[in-house]
Nanobody, 114 residues
Framework: QVRFVESGGGLVQPGGALRLSCAASGNTFWGYAMGWYRQAPGQQRELVATIPVVGTARYDTSVQGRFIVSINSIKSTLYLQMNSLKPEDTAVYYC????????WGQGTQVTVSS
């Protein structure tokens, strides 16, 4: 059973940056495309970044040019570098495969506010 533990969230001012981490444990899942998702209050969970097994990462238009997804297969860790953060980026961030096929972790809260 794959389990995810997300970390790195926090409170940041608009224009700031954060780096999220997603540590995976359990069965190896690195044959899957991996994604970062987020869920804002009252909103559905949405996929914002995907890193495929082969090929280039893809991003939602709302984060294109500001977020960078990367993976360290040796450490079984997925990262999301978030730059030029905006208040509308405020959400709980999760990782999972793309499409999501494993139990969700607890997520990490990102709050962008002055």
């Amino acid at each position: 059973q794959v389990r995810f533990v997300e970390s790195g969230g926090g409170l940041v001012q608009p224009g700031g940056a954060l780096r999220l981490s997603c540590a995976a444990s359990g069965n190896t899942f690195w044959g899957y495309a991996m994604g970062w998702y987020r869920q804002a209050p009252g909103q559905q969970r949405e996929l914002v970044a995907t890193i495929p097994v082969v090929g280039t990462a893809r991003y939602d238009t709302s984060v294109q040019g500001r977020f960078i997804v990367s993976i360290n297969s040796i450490k079984s860790t997925l990262y999301l570098q978030m730059n030029s953060l905006k208040p509308e980026d405020t959400a709980v961030y999760y990782c999972n495969s793309d499409p999501a096929g494993f139990p969700w972790g607890q997520g990490t809260q990102v709050t962008v506010s002055s």
